[in-house]
């Protein structure tokens, strides 16, 4: 199959959700335009589509779940805002745009991010007007397994060891622990939310949980390595900013030779978990193999 | 009936859920720390009490929602975290207390408000394992309504137009849309909410939308009122800071003794709008008077 085009593909019906969910009129305007701007900065829309992608892999059509998987879009981008704070990571540049506060003041972006989040729970628990009907056990399940992944005991937990790690020596289990918390709770759940939208069986979703756990992992470990090797124009970022915050990374604690092969590794699991999968999972397939390609 | 003894006894049933819930071990530890710093400072926990009481008002036995009730607690405390910021209303003292930041840094404080908004959605689409089960297409509901009223279209939006009002000259238009969305929206959910979860009319919940309103901006005009008049030690934060900031209020748009004779009427419309219900909504009508008498 064209990973590419079904990347490009899924990513397009995603930004048109996103493009147009705030369209009607928010007071106050200049708000709006805060939320708006990070919504639409070019984002891959990974997290979506991996929640899109394994709603087809249990049978599913991917069009019955559109503001569903954008959900997690809406978290994903109120924690990077977030994270782009002085108070935080303090970094300017972001998907090639100034970050939120450089553009619209530190309270404007606190409050934006604060709005994102609580947004995603909005569309969550919100029965569509199309045909498809989700059980309403399953919304709930999903807002309860993405709100675990979201919150003190994911993400957030992870980037509050990563904040509080700053400056200090790596350790290879601090690490591991901000990388499974900070990535690949939330990419876990994006696996999962598509999964228990379709029904899929308990088995299918431990395969999910093995999955997103391991591509979740690379994609930090990668994201690590284009920090060092990268290109600023290319990643979107200011390159070297890890090393600059003297943050830990994998290429700090293992060099890159090493981290590279853990990136391999970890993606060739998360392939292996999906063994019980027919063709219909090939785009998650795909997807894995194509996170360790990425240059960007 | 005695008000005084009824806020006493719900406000020691939700210090109890509140005080225990992140008793199990967190990491970070500091983060955990954070959290329950400001979750466990005192406060009056009106909206859950409100919630209580409409439960009560439809029929319903409080203990049977603690966990559902408390989760509006977790939504006003990050509320509170976050607006106490340097870049917001840079606020040194809470509650008698530092604020979050002076005592954690501003990172771990947005974060910590952070956590703690996502909590609340994690608590609200959890079943309880007590023998009460709310239907959930309840949940759900609630858990839309809270979103919404906590939201861009609610609280965040209602603090992000304060926050751009700042400084600039006061007009009633402009006042009436921050209280209405920065207090008024998540106190009407939180007496909406009760009456969802006891399974309550449509006209039960249209007059807990009109009393919420109401309290709800008489909350604001009379909190307005004691920055000017209370005393430090009473209220517990920085008296005269609305001044300071040339923030818009009602006494400085109205002056005091018109602002008083509003929230009286605001508390008037309120106790009417609960005209329907029987005995069992007396603490509803009871706390709409106490809450204009309050010195703090």
Redesign the interface.
């Known amino acids: 199959m064209d990973i590419k085009k079904y990347l490009e593909e899924k990513k397009w019906i995603i930004d048109s959700f996103l493009e147009s969910y705030?369209s009607a009129p928010?007071?106050?305007g200049?708000?709006?335009d805060c939320?708006v701007y990070s919504l639409t900065a070019r984002g891959k829309r990974i997290r979506p589509i991996l929640c899109l992608a394994a709603y087809e892999a249990c049978g599913g059509k991917a069009d019955d779940i559109v503001p569903y998987s954008s959900a997690l879009e809406f978290i994903h981008t109120?924690s990077l805002i977030?994270d782009d704070?002085p108070?935080?990571d303090n970094d300017d540049l972001r998907r090639n745009k100034p970050t939120s506060h450089k553009v619209f003041?530190?309270?404007?972006a606190?409050?934006a991010?604060?709005?994102l989040?609580?947004?995603a729970?909005?569309v969550?628990?919100?029965?569509m007007p199309s045909t498809f009907r989700v059980p309403?056990?399953a919304?709930?399940?999903v807002?309860?397994e993405v709100?675990?992944a979201?919150?003190?005991?994911g993400m957030?937990?992870g980037?509050?060891?990563d904040?509080?790690s700053e400056g200090s020596e790596a350790d290879a289990e601090t690490l591991l622990?901000i990388h499974r918390h900070k990535t690949a709770a939330i990419i876990t759940a994006s696996v999962r939310t598509g999964g228990i939208l379709a029904n899929g069986s308990d088995d299918e979703l431990q395969r999910f949980t093995r999955y997103g756990e391991n591509i979740g992992l690379a994609f930090q470990v990668i994201d690590d390595i284009l920090d060092v090797e990268g290109r600023t124009a290319l990643i979107g970022k200011t390159v070297g900013a890890d090393a600059k915050k003297r943050k830990m990374t994998y290429p700090r604690l293992y060099g890159i030779e090493k981290s590279r092969e853990m990136a391999e590794e970890l993606i060739h699991n998360a392939v292996e978990s999906l063994s019980i999968f027919d063709k219909k999972a090939e785009p998650l397939r795909e997807i894995a193999m194509y996170l360790l390609k990425r240059r960007s």
């Open positions: 705030f928010i007071t106050p200049k708000f709006r939320m109120y977030h704070l108070a935080m003041g530190e309270g404007m606190i409050l991010g604060d709005a989040l609580t947004e729970f909005y969550l628990s919100n029965n309403h056990s919304l709930l399940r807002i309860r709100a675990m979201a919150g003190a005991h957030v937990g980037q509050a060891q904040l509080l622990f």
